[in-house]
């Protein structure tokens, strides 16, 4: 192994222990078929409940296509912000409307057909 790549490896290994010990705040919770939660109702749903903390970003994973019609997010139990992406750049089907009703920051990005959000404060 020259220089160049153990400087990388640890570099690396340094960036992993950090984020280790930033007690989750950057992981990324998976959404969908074989993730942490099956459907963004049941993540949304810990989100509420406070099981989600931190920035939490959603992951969708697959399509969703078992969701209820409306999915009422109102409580933002732990969280400072919420950021829904796609797992890659090819969409996925989440059938469902997203009504947001929490003060803190939610964003989408590289999201999915079929989706709807929309703001009640």
Excluded: W
């Excluded at 640890?10 to 950057?26: K, P, R, S, W």
């Excluded at 942490?36 to 989100?47: D, E, F, Q, V």
């Excluded at 509420?48 to 009422?72: H, K, M, W, Y």
């Amino acid at each position: 192994m020259n220089t160049v790549q153990r400087l990388s490896a640890a570099l690396l290994a340094v960036f992993l222990f950090l984020l280790a010990g930033a007690g989750g705040a950057l992981a990324q919770t998976l959404v969908g078929p074989g993730g942490n939660y099956a459907t963004l109702a049941g993540a949304i749903s810990a989100i509420e409940d406070g099981s989600l903390t931190g920035d939490v970003t959603l992951q969708i994973i697959g399509n969703l296509t078992n969701e209820p019609a409306e999915i009422v997010f109102d409580v933002a139990g732990g969280a400072t912000s919420v950021t829904i992406i796609a797992q890659d750049a090819n969409p996925y089907t989440v059938q469902t409307i997203l009504n947001i009703g929490v003060s803190i920051p939610v964003q989408f990005t590289q999201v999915v057909t079929y989706f709807k959000a929309q703001e009640i404060l």
